[in-house]
């Protein structure tokens, strides 16, 4: 069984500083994905990232940015320059890659932007 | 296009009644799921649909829930005999085939049982 943990409920940066969202992630699968999901106050859920686990070269999406580390399954994002608009619900999950589609999120970090 | 849609947005229905949710994917991807997710929590996995074949459920899809995507197109999820335990945010979501990791989510219903 696969199973996604973020440690952290609740975080707050200042705009335009810089914070780092923690995941880990436990499977026997070797090949997989992972993303960052956003879910803002509308509750749709944005893709923000995706990492192919046998790529050794962390994802970035413009302010974006992974560590991926494979050995400790950890897959934490970090996010550059914050904005008011990265105000949300930010959900760590796994995809296996091949046979199953579905996703398993973790229970989410709420980060705070402050003006 | 514009994205994935679900209708309706919110629904408030009495225990013991029935529902039916309604999804429309993006119109080239022929891979649909169906999530629920309840407050606090992550999305959880409830089905999964290749074109018309529904090849994934989930153990939470108890027998009074029932999901069709009868011409490959858009899905509904149905829920007979509503309980309160119902009550969260359904999310549809689609893939194409080629991009199978790219899910591409709707903004959900929201069900309030009371």
């Known amino acids: 069984a696969q199973t996604v943990t973020q440690s952290q409920p609740e975080m707050s940066v200042q705009e335009a500083e810089t914070v780092t969202l923690s995941c880990t992630y436990d499977?026997?699968?070797?090949?997989?994905?992972l993303f960052w999901y956003k879910q803002p106050p509308s509750r749709q859920m944005i893709l923000v990232i995706r990492q192919e686990a046998y790529k050794q070269q962390n994802a970035t999406e413009n302010r974006f940015s992974v560590n991926f580390q494979k050995a400790a399954k950890s897959f934490s994002l970090k996010i550059s320059d914050s904005q008011l608009g990265d105000t949300a619900m930010y959900f760590c999950?796994?995809?296996?890659?091949?046979?199953?589609?579905?996703?398993?999120f973790g229970t989410g970090t709420r980060l705070t932007v402050i003006p | 296009d514009t994205g994935v849609s679900q209708d309706p947005r919110h629904k408030i229905t009495k225990r013991g009644q029935n529902v039916t949710f309604r999804c429309d994917p993006i119109?080239?991807?022929?891979?649909l799921y169906w999530y629920r997710q309840t407050l606090g929590q992550g999305p959880e996995f409830l089905t999964y649909f290749q074109n018309e074949a529904q090849l994934e459920k989930s153990r939470l899809l108890s027998d009074r829930f029932s999901a069709e995507r009868p011409k490959g197109s858009f899905s509904t999820l149905e829920i007979q005999r509503t309980e309160q335990g119902d009550s969260a945010m359904y999310l549809c979501a689609s893939s194409a085939s080629e991009t199978r990791a790219k899910l591409f989510f709707g903004s959900g219903t929201q069900l309030s049982v009371l």
């Open positions: 119109s080239e991807h022929n891979r």
């Open positions: 999950a796994f995809m296996r890659g091949t046979g199953a589609n579905n996703l398993f």
């Open positions: 499977t026997s699968e070797s090949n997989y994905y």
